[in-house]
């Protein structure tokens, strides 16, 4: 039964004509692998999945899929950070259940999970408004956030220590429970960043009180394991900055050098506006304060006779 889990999302894969959409919040390499093999290069390709930093470090997921997907035509990474959903959709044909892409789960393991995959249409259950508002909550990923959440990886102290790779899956629900999701809609409210890592450790007598307010909320929602050297906190939250869609939206409006206000006007018509007291000006600016500390090398501020004016360095992005 286990093997045939992983047999069964095979076959249906090699049957694939127009779209195959593979969702999970853990991928291992060798099993997309495995997958994109019988998939032909003429269908479109979506694999969505989550990148927690501390779940890459146990080796639960593997960040070596991007360059597998990169060197795949009409393939695309997304990264949704609060995923649970294990949903795979080829054509009209769906599969959900419990399983991730894993061996384990998949049975191509010696000692498999006991994992369920349903058959069900693509029309049903509303299933259409679940990809709907899964992409809507995703970030693409290109070379420039796998880079960086490599380095961050590397940056972190073993907390948790090599797994051997039979027992890995083992660890998951203990990291995901360790671990809180950043929300889709989430901006921060830290004023002055640098704020961020003296409240981190601990150091709020040297806070206003309203910087020890906007600190202990950000925190809350970063929720970034204690003991990290500055150069990893920093590393970390740009990572998660990263995987904000909000923060993405306004990422690719910044193709284009934009001026204060016009970056004001598009955040706006964002979800964000719908945030409670949320005021364009004041949390734009602070995102840009965010954004020359915490990803110092993706943008540059240029002054203007008239208006600040922000320029996303060039980067080699797929």
């Known amino acids: 039964m286990h093997f045939l889990l992983g ?21 291992k390499e060798h099993v997309l692998k495995r997958l994109l093999d019988c998939i032909s290069h003429e269908v479109r390709v979506k694999v ?48 959900i ?7 384990k789960a998949l049975g191509w393991n010696k000692t498999p999970n006991l994992e369920l995959l349903v058959s069900i249409e693509y029309q049903s259950q509303n299933l259409p408004g679940f990809e709907q508002e899964l992409f809507a909550n995703s970030v693409i990923v290109n070379e420039f956030v796998y880079q960086h ?26 990291i995901a429970e360790s671990i809180q999701m950043l929300p889709a809609y ?25 910087s020890k307010a906007s600190t202990e909320s950000d925190l809350s929602f970063l929720s970034i394991p204690p003991g990290l050297s500055n150069t990893a906190f920093n590393l970390l939250v740009g990572a998660m900055l990263l995987q904000s869609p909000i923060v993405s939206e306004i990422d690719s409006f910044l193709t284009l050098p934009r001026r204060f206000g016009a970056v004001t006007t ?53």
């Open 149 to 174: 959440t490599k380095e961050a990886v590397a940056a972190l102290p073993v907390l948790i220590g090599s797994i051997e790779s039979e027992k890995q899956e083992s660890a998951e629900a203990e």
């Open 97 to 103: 259940g419990s399983a991730n892409m894993t061996g």
């Open 186 to 210: 989430w901006l921060p409210a830290t004023r002055f960043p640098e704020n961020l890592y003296k409240a981190y450790c601990g150091k709020q007598d040297e806070l206003t009180g309203a």
């Open 266 to 318: 598009f955040m706006k018509a964002l979800p964000c506006a719908d945030i409670p007291d949320f005021e364009a000006s004041h949390s734009w600016q602070t995102l840009i304060r965010w954004f020359m500390l915490f990803l110092p090398n993706r943008y540059s501020r240029v002054q203007s006779p008239y208006s600040e004016v922000l320029v996303k360095n060039e980067q080699n992005e797929k």
């Open 48 to 95: 969505v999945t989550r990148w927690n930093l501390y779940e890459i470090q146990a080796g639960v997921s593997d960040l070596s899929i991007w360059p597998l997907i990169r060197a795949r035509e009409n393939t695309s990474l997304f990264l949704c950070s609060h995923l649970h959903a294990k949903y795979f959709r080829i054509d009209g044909s769906c599969l």
């Open 7 to 27: 047999e069964q999302l095979v076959s249906l894969c090699v049957e694939a004509i127009n779209e195959v959409v593979l969702v999970a919040p853990f991928v």
